[in-house]
């Protein structure tokens, strides 16, 4: 479930698309419905899925929930049980980081939504300054909550961070399928890494003469490269808590 200024971000992004709010959206392991309860109110046809039907108990917005379908086991490693090209917006927000494997979930959400539709997430961002500086001093990324350890159960697992997101191979995945970053958008910066935005020029620098390298590649490669380093060095990836996107589906 994500956390309020998350899930208030994730609101602010989908308000932001074209046709808002006149839209089909699909909110993928949508916990206590928050986000789908908000976006029905505005207007929005809205639907959702739960994996286990224990994993939240929907205790606020009832009402509302009642008039809003959400499909209960319904597991994102596999297959998703909806039409081709039948949502404007999935919206997946601090589920991601939860999934064994990336590579099944950005195809069917590329499947599922329309030409040109809008996939909107969220997820813990380790590549933020911070992190890099935990890494660099400890080969453990700084994550938002506990890694998982020996004294969890097998089947608990999945409730905790097993896959954060390697942004490259993440921008790879949603160009296989035909998905484009569009924005980048604000969560949170705490206070006190504010100030790594002083060495923000040195990294820009840095960044730049490594992307250098991919040059003597093909064009694709060269291409993918540059939009890659385009996010990288984005000054919300260097400071925010989490990465949020907007992405679509459709041509570069």
Same mark, same amino acid.
């Given at each position: 479930?994500?956390?309020?200024? %998350?899930? /208030?971000?994730?609101?602010?992004? &989908?308000? !932001?698309? $074209? @046709?808002?709010?006149? +839209?089909?959206?699909?909110?993928?392991?949508?916990?206590?419905?928050?986000?789908?309860?908000?976006?029905?109110?505005?207007?929005?046809?809205?639907?959702?899925?739960?994996?286990?039907?224990?994993?939240?108990?929907?205790?606020?917005?009832?009402?509302?929930?009642?008039?809003?379908?959400?499909?209960?086991?319904?597991?994102?490693?596999?297959?998703?049980?909806?039409?081709?090209?039948?949502?404007?917006?999935?919206?997946?927000?601090?589920?991601?980081?939860?999934?064994?494997?990336?590579?099944?979930?950005?195809?069917?959400?590329?499947? %599922?939504? /329309?030409?040109?539709?809008?996939? &909107?997430? !969220?997820? $813990? @961002?380790?590549?933020? +300054?911070?992190?890099?500086?935990?890494?660099?001093?400890?080969?453990?990324?700084?994550?938002?909550?506990?890694?998982?350890?020996?004294?969890?159960?097998?089947?608990?697992?999945?409730?905790?961070?097993?896959?954060?997101?390697?942004?490259?191979?993440?921008?790879?995945?949603?160009?296989?399928?035909?998905?484009?970053?569009?924005?980048?958008?604000?969560?949170?910066?705490?206070?006190?890494?504010?100030?790594?935005?002083?060495?923000?020029?040195?990294?820009?620098?840095?960044?730049?003469?490594?992307?250098?390298?991919?040059?003597?590649?093909?064009?694709?490669?060269?291409?993918?490269?540059?939009?890659?380093?385009?996010?990288?060095?984005?000054?919300?990836?260097?400071?925010?808590?989490?990465?949020?996107?907007?992405?679509?589906?459709?041509?570069?």
């Amino acid at each position: 479930m994500p956390q309020s200024w %998350v899930a /208030k971000a994730v609101l602010k992004s &989908v308000a !932001s698309l $074209p @046709n808002y709010p006149n +839209l089909n959206v699909l909110d993928l392991s949508c916990g206590e419905g928050e986000i789908l309860a908000s976006l029905h109110r505005d207007g929005c046809q809205c639907c959702g899925t739960h994996y286990c039907p224990n994993d939240y108990i929907v205790v606020n917005e009832q009402e509302v929930l009642q008039q809003i379908q959400i499909k209960k086991n319904v597991d994102l490693t596999k297959p998703l049980p909806f039409d081709d090209s039948s949502y404007d917006v999935v919206i997946m927000s601090e589920v991601i980081e939860h999934l064994p494997s990336h590579i099944p979930i950005v195809a069917e959400v590329a499947r %599922v939504l /329309k030409p040109n539709g809008y996939f &909107v997430f !969220s997820t $813990p @961002n380790i590549h933020r +300054l911070q992190s890099r500086w935990q890494f660099f001093l400890t080969g453990t990324h700084k994550l938002i909550r506990r890694r998982i350890g020996w004294d969890l159960n097998r089947n608990d697992i999945y409730a905790y961070h097993i896959s954060p997101v390697d942004l490259p191979m993440f921008h790879t995945l949603l160009h296989q399928s035909n998905l484009h970053i569009r924005q980048m958008r604000y969560t949170r910066i705490k206070f006190q890494h504010a100030f790594w935005l002083l060495f923000y020029p040195l990294f820009w620098l840095i960044g730049c003469f490594h992307f250098r390298g991919t040059q003597k590649n093909s064009d694709s490669y060269r291409e993918g490269e540059h939009d890659l380093r385009k996010w990288m060095l984005h000054p919300l990836t260097l400071i925010n808590d989490q990465f949020l996107f907007i992405v679509q589906q459709g041509s570069k």
